[in-house]
């Protein structure tokens, strides 16, 4: 049955979000889904639940501080995880063992062994996962369309630019010799305010594996093909809270996938003087026939005005419902049962992509995907 056709409401419990609050807000903008209850455990530390608590008040429902218990008390079907880094998969493990359906905030984890555990789980426990994802933005669908319809022959290679224009503290080389080196957590927490808290957790993260998702996502889902080999250059070029944590913020990687397609990534977090808007991200397709030249942004409204904030972006998306797309194919996933967009299988083998190429870029060789 269509999630057109069912109208069963998913009661969802927020399970931490210290993250960015994108995903728990993107799951109630379809009718199906409705927040009923923030909750986390309760040997978290204070910020942790201040920010929990926040986004309860926000949203009038209530904070619980005892997953288990709130899943029990308030009828929850679906988990929306959106914690530190490393606790995304243990959360998501043992959601799923609750027999919840589970939304997850990128990265999967900073550890494959965890992403292995949550693959497992939802297999046991025969429910949906979903990797918080950007594939149905419109360019990309219709990219899709186009080469599902032979627009231009069979897809051969890949290449997708993918620079995000947000800072990340302190340019590199801005701070003096004897100062101390920046604390991962600590600056993501500060960077909270101004959204540029992108690698929140006590390891610290690389742009492949904050943002890798994104792009690897685009690729998978267009090549329909799994990476198994791959070669990185990485460095930290532009922050010195990456410097300081040995953590790239710019890297150039090549895929080689499955089914003999090949794919290159540029990727870096570049600093919000360098573009007027969320970055340059584009992706381009050679096939048999012909080729794509795909802008993620388009359509777009280009706005300038006396006075403007120095923060708001002047390029703004236009004619887009991704949030709800996402939603409406994970209602559907749950009505019969499929993997979905981005399901644990797919979501996996991009964490394992994003671990070969940080490994790559540390040893200089090719690196095979685990």
Known sequence: MSSVENTTVF????????????????????????????????????????????????????????????????????????????????????????????????PMSNRISECDRVVAAV???????????????????????????????????????????????????????????????????????????????????GELKIEGIYPLAYIQHLAGSRVERVYARTASHFHQANADNDVEDLATVTLEMANGVIGTLCIGRIGAASHPDIGEIKLHVLGETGGLVISEARPEVSVYYRNQPPQEFRHRRMAIDLDFQLMEDFAEAIDSGSGGILDAVTSRDIAATVQAAVDSGKSGRVEEVA
């Open 123 to 205: 297999a046991e426990h025969d429910v949906r996962f979903m990797m918080w994802n950007r594939n149905f933005l419109p360019a990309l669908v219709e990219a899709r369309r186009v080469i599902d319809e032979g627009g231009i022959g069979k897809p051969y290679a890949f290449h997708v630019d993918f620079y995000f224009a947000k800072d990340s503290g302190p340019p590199k080389g801005s701070r003096g010799p004897d100062d101390p080196p920046i604390d991962w957590l600590e600056r993501q927490i500060e960077a909270h305010s101004d959204g540029s808290d992108g690698g929140v957790g006590v390891d610290p993260m």
């Open 11 to 106: 009661r969802c419990a927020v399970v931490s979000v210290v993250k960015h609050a994108y995903v728990p807000n993107g799951v109630v903008t379809h009718p199906r889904f409705d927040l009923v209850v923030v909750c986390d455990d309760a040997d978290q530390p204070d910020w942790v639940h201040e920010r929990n608590q926040l986004y309860a008040d926000e949203h009038g429902i209530p904070y619980v501080k005892g997953i288990e218990q709130a899943v029990a008390d308030h009828d929850v079907q679906v988990a929306v995880i959106s914690s530190e880094a490393e606790r995304h998969c243990d959360l998501a493990v043992r959601c799923a063992a609750l027999g919840l359906h589970v939304v997850q905030d990128k």
